[in-house]
């Protein structure tokens, strides 16, 4: 089978699973670069992709990609083969005998409480448009939601009734996320607000939760230059601003008040519980803290002989 073809067959499938636009985007980029590769190298036909040639592309890919975005090539390519032994239309999969592209685990840093409180008292709660910053900047801190989660909720998600929030996840996995007391007054309140601002502005209703100045969905970039201008603004250098600090302060709190990590898993939606883990990063201070309110010989009375 030529190659084209089989890439037809392969994003048909992707269709009817249902995969994010995103996802979409990022196969079709990986693997129209992969197989203009392959053909500008002779290679038309599945059957004659080898091993060798994907250990050239990677390596070539190697000299000019960081090597997060070398993993993705890789892990796409992957996919796109065992799909095809998975058809029937390969009998080996090239792919099988080359190792996975380590990467150094980046650790994501939390922010402080300090941060915290400087983040969340930076906006002019106001006006509309502030009090909506705000508003995002403290459910992003309350759910442990990633930006594309947050941006893409209706307002029918939340179910007020029963304090929860319905998110669509990676994969188009379905979730719920507790609300809790501060953020359910909150998002009240921003509602009412929002409403007020959408009628005075004359603009349409908008199914979105948090919208622009112009009353339609706020975007990706829109929320990147939100965090920029707040680094820029408190001279916060050497911290990262960005919905996954936010991500990762959210879980190690979440900890550090008790929680459990297998909740804690269900509240970000990761399907394996060693993707949570990764989000634990207690620093000597959070441990000794920990330490001494949970450990056992201190927290009961033991009889000495």
């Known amino acids: 089978m030529q190659i084209q073809e089989s890439l037809r067959k392969f994003y048909f499938r992707c269709s ?30 599945i059957q ?27 892990v796409t ?23 996975r592209p380590k990467i150094e685990k980046k650790i994501i840093r939390a922010f402080t409480n300090q941060e915290v409180k400087l983040i969340l ?3 002019d709660k106001y006006n509309f448009l502030g009090f909506r910053n705000y508003v995002i900047m403290a459910f992003l801190f309350a759910t442990g939601c990633r930006k594309s989660e947050a941006l893409n909720l209706y307002c029918t998600d939340i179910y007020f009734e029963l304090d929860i929030i319905n998110v669509i996840g990676k994969g188009n996995k379905q979730r719920h996320i507790p609300i809790s007391p501060v953020l359910r007054k909150l998002l009240l309140k921003y509602l009412k607000e929002r409403q007020e ?23 990706i970039s829109g929320i990147n230059c939100l965090f920029q201008k707040i680094k820029k603004e408190y001279n916060l250098t050497g911290t990262k601003i960005s919905a996954h600090t936010w991500r990762h302060t959210f879980a190690k709190s979440f900890l550090l008040n ?6 804690l898993q269900k509240i970000l939606g990761h399907a394996d519980i060693s993707t949570t883990k990764q989000y634990i990063n207690l620093n000597d201070s959070d441990i000794k803290i920990q330490n001494d309110k949970f450990n056992p010989l201190d927290n009961h009375r033991w009889e000495y002989y």
Not at 56 to 61: G, H, M, R, S
Not at 197 to 219: C, D, P, V, W
Not at 258 to 263: L, R
Request: charge should be positive; charged fraction near 20%; proline fraction near 1%.
């Open 48 to 74: 004659e992709i080898t091993s060798d040639q994907i250990r050239i592309y990677l390596t070539e890919l190697s000299k000019k990609m960081k090597k997060i975005s070398v993993l993705g090539q890789y």
């Open 197 to 219: 601002y959408l009628a005075e502005a004359n603009y349409s209703h908008s199914k979105y939760l948090f919208i622009n100045r112009y009353g339609r969905q706020m975007t």
């Open 77 to 99: 390519i992957k996919v796109y083969l065992n799909f095809l032994v998975a058809e029937n239309l390969l009998s080996v999969n090239p792919i099988a005998g080359i190792r």
């Open 258 to 263: 008790n929680g459990d990590v297998f909740t």
């Open 121 to 123: 008292n930076a906006f």
């Open 16 to 45: 009817a699973l249902n995969l994010q636009v995103k996802t979409m985007d990022s196969y079709k980029r990986i693997l129209e670069s992969f197989s203009t590769f392959l053909e500008q190298n002779g290679t038309s036909d």
